[in-house]
């Protein structure tokens, strides 16, 4: 898949719980479950959403390339912004570059972003089985009220069964909106994860959640202290990616800017007022660490 201007890395790379477009097997995959029709006939998968106008139109011209339909879009974002917040633009502009003295909220509308471009091609990317199996092992860990910090276009949401005790939060209005259009019963809100901790009650959580979230945190410190101060006692942080901290650890070559290593559970133990519950023994294929409020 071609590299892309986004953030100098593949977009591909930067949509962790979806896999690249393979339109050809799941048409053919389509036809041979129509086929076998009646009974024994594999359920459909849910609907996706159809891509925006917009987007639809740039993926025609750019000869169905989504990597650099996603380029062109982010770059459209970019060019939108200096035009209606100039001062907000040169703070981006400056997070994209790694000036360590970037205005943290320069590096969050980086972040929202790219992650609204991605969202804008999320309906042409087909669903990962494996990947799936993984997310319903960290949803196991999940009980209570949960906060999925995060969310994206909702990934958790059917692999966590009290639906009503769930809450997405995510920097990126496009991923929200695709959120809530996937999943109508939940509630998702825009909002950076410190923003919408701070509105928030004590002891409001049972669990907090990061899916594939936690490296786009430069202060994981800071992180767990917010997590503690929010969470009812034995509550719990279960911080996970699908596809391992070797993934994030390349994902972060390509992104310095907005992407951090995962952290060694020492590491996470640590930060203080958390006792470990399970990590996986192979964190580098696949991220699972969950911790309790002590
Ligand atoms: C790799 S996606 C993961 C989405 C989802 N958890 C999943 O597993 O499919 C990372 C998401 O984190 C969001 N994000 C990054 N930093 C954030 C922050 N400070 N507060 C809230 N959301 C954030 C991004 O907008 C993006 O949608």
């Known amino acids: 898949m071609r590299a892309v201007l986004l953030l100098g890395c593949s977009a591909a790379a930067l949509a962790p719980q979806t896999?690249?477009?393979?339109?050809?097997?799941?048409?053919?995959?389509?036809?041979?479950?129509?086929?076998?029709?009646?009974?024994?006939?594999?359920?459909?998968?849910?609907?996706?959403?159809?891509?925006?106008?917009?987007?639809?139109?740039?993926?025609?011209?750019?000869?169905?390339?989504?990597?650099?339909?996603?380029?062109?879009?982010?770059?459209?974002?970019?060019?939108?912004?200096?035009?209606?917040?100039?001062?907000?633009?040169?703070?981006?502009?400056?997070?994209?570059?790694c000036d360590p003295a970037a205005p943290a909220r320069g590096r969050d509308r980086l972040l929202a972003m790219t992650w609204d471009t991605v969202a804008d091609y999320l309906p042409v990317e087909t669903a990962d089985a494996a990947l799936d199996a993984r997310l319903a092992r960290v949803a196991a860990f999940a009980r209570g009220r949960c906060l999925d910090v995060g969310c994206g276009d909702g990934a958790m949401v059917p692999h966590l069964k009290a639906r009503a005790a769930y809450c997405g939060v995510d920097l990126s209005a496009r991923m929200v909106s695709l959120a809530r259009r996937r999943h109508p019963d939940a509630r998702f809100e825009r909002a950076g994860f410190f923003e919408f901790v701070a509105g928030g009650e004590e002891?409001?959580?049972?669990?907090?959640?990061?899916?594939a979230a936690l490296q786009f945190?430069?202060?994981?410190?800071?992180?767990?202290?917010?997590?503690?101060?929010?969470?009812?006692?034995?509550?719990?942080?279960?911080?996970?990616?699908?596809?391992?901290?070797a993934f994030v650890r390349e994902e972060r070559r390509g992104n310095p800017a907005v992407v951090e290593a995962l952290p060694a559970v020492e590491d996470l133990l640590a930060a203080g007022g958390f006792g470990l519950v399970h990590a996986e023994e192979d964190l580098d294929d696949f991220y699972l660490v969950v911790l309790e409020r002590a």
């Open 217 to 245: 945190f430069p202060d994981v410190d800071a992180v767990l202290a917010a997590c503690a101060a929010r969470l009812a006692p034995g509550g719990r942080v279960v911080v996970a990616h699908g596809r391992g901290a």
């Open 19 to 97: 896999a690249p477009p393979r339109r050809g097997v799941a048409a053919a995959a389509k036809k041979k479950a129509r086929a076998a029709g009646g009974f024994g006939a594999k359920p459909k998968p849910p609907k996706r959403p159809a891509l925006g106008k917009a987007a639809a139109k740039l993926l025609d011209e750019l000869g169905g390339d989504v990597d650099a339909a996603q380029a062109a879009r982010f770059d459209s974002y970019m060019e939108k912004l200096r035009a209606s917040d100039p001062e907000l633009f040169a703070d981006v502009a400056r997070a994209r570059r």
């Open 203 to 211: 002891a409001a959580w049972d669990t907090i959640l990061f899916v």
